[in-house]
């Protein structure tokens, strides 16, 4: 079972930068692929940046975020994060880490198991 904890949201004016921070409770958060998630009131969850084990080297992000957003992990620290730059106010969500042994399970929105979320809001 891996617990995750977001941190780092808030309020910030547009093009303005936040960092989220993602702590899993797991010694081996390395055996894990990790993602971020975000939904928008009445909206579906969206996938964000994922990214994959390290030996696997890979990483992926959603076309809205490409450019400004930037996913890294600290495994070391069981950490990821979700640096976010030129903030836009359609980046306003409740932003959620993800992890699932695959990276396919993270870009098909189905990882094992769920941050509780946190409120990132950008106003114009």
């Known amino acids: 079972q891996v617990q995750l904890v977001e941190s780092g949201g808030g309020l910030v004016q547009a093009g303005g930068s936040l960092r989220l921070s993602c702590a899993a409770s797991s010694d081996f958060l390395s055996s894990y692929s990790l993602g971020w998630f975000r939904q928008a009131p009445g909206l579906e969850r969206d996938f964000v940046a994922g990214?994959?084990?390290?030996?696997?080297?890979?990483?992926h992000y959603a076309n809205s975020v490409k450019g400004r957003f930037t996913i890294s992990r600290d495994d070391a620290k069981n950490t990821m994060y979700l640096q976010m730059n030129m903030l836009r106010p359609e980046d306003t969500a409740v932003y959620y880490c993800a992890a699932d042994r695959s990276i396919v399970a993270i870009m098909r929105r189905e990882p094992n198991f769920w941050g509780q979320g946190i409120q990132v809001t950008v106003s114009s």
């Open positions: 990214i994959s084990r390290n030996w696997e080297n890979s990483t």
